[in-house]
């Protein structure tokens, strides 16, 4: 299994302001992918971070918007930039080990005003 | 592209009363997973399935993989409160090369309320 710890838990931020999340995984993992949950929605993967090379983002979602970090194996950071009210989710990080089950973070629960 | 379409989007049901929820994909899959989050919480693994016509159960929760491995259910007998929850299934997300490297796409939710 894996522990991620996940924050903030939450936050409330100013538009046009970014905030950075952090992921820390109790063991080494290959992948760390990002995950985004509209109020009320499903989740949609953003995107994938890897260790040594540039995250690969889903259709949909860019780099200048939401740049992702990942300086090790148990670490990576999403921000989210220059935040408007649709950037209002809930942020969760999540590992896949050996490719079955996953495992994600508490989640941060973003409010844009 | 691929998707995965969960229906019914909510179940209210009483204590004690059956649920099933039914997840159908555009695509052949692997496999398919499911996840339960509780109110506030995060996704939670509950199962994974790989065969084709498939079925495992886990006390109260039965959970099969159509024969095409393009549909499966989640059926939960006798509901509790403790239930409560939104059940999402969820399959491999696949990139360009047909592998998904862990990737997930996921199912819309079913949101179970049980009254007591």
């Known amino acids: 299994s894996a522990v991620i710890s996940q924050k903030p838990s939450r936050d409330i931020c100013q538009r046009g302001t970014s905030l950075t999340i952090q992921c820390q995984v109790d063991?080494?993992?290959?992948?760390m992918f990002w995950y985004r949950q509209q109020p009320g929605q499903s989740l949609t993967l953003i995107a994938t971070?890897?260790?040594?090379?540039?995250?690969?983002?889903e259709s949909g979602f860019v780099i200048d918007k939401f740049p992702i970090s990942r300086p090790n194996l148990t670490f990576s950071t999403l921000t989210v930039s220059n935040m408007s009210p649709e950037d209002s989710s809930i942020y969760l990080c999540?590992?896949?080990?050996?490719?079955?089950?996953?495992?994600f973070g508490q989640g941060t629960r973003l409010t844009v005003v | 592209g691929q998707q995965v379409m969960q229906i019914p989007q909510y179940q209210h049901v009483q204590e004690g009363e059956d649920f099933t929820t039914y997840c159908n994909s555009s695509t052949t899959l692997s496999n398919i997973q499911w996840y339960k989050q509780r109110p506030g919480g995060h996704p939670v693994f509950l199962i994974q399935?790989?065969?084709?016509?498939e079925v495992k159960k886990q006390k109260r929760l039965t959970f099969q993989f159509g024969e095409a491995k393009k549909n499966s259910s989640l059926h939960i007998t006798a509901t509790q409160t403790t239930d409560v929850g939104t059940y999402f299934c969820a399959g491999p997300l696949l990139g360009a090369g047909g592998t998904s490297y862990g990737k997930l796409t996921f199912g819309q939710g079913t949101i179970l309320t049980v009254h007591p």
């Open positions: 999540s590992v896949n080990l050996l490719n079955t089950e996953a495992f």
């Open positions: 399935l790989v065969k084709s016509g």
């Open positions: 971070a890897n260790q040594g090379s540039e995250a690969t983002y």
């Open positions: 063991s080494q993992v290959t992948m």
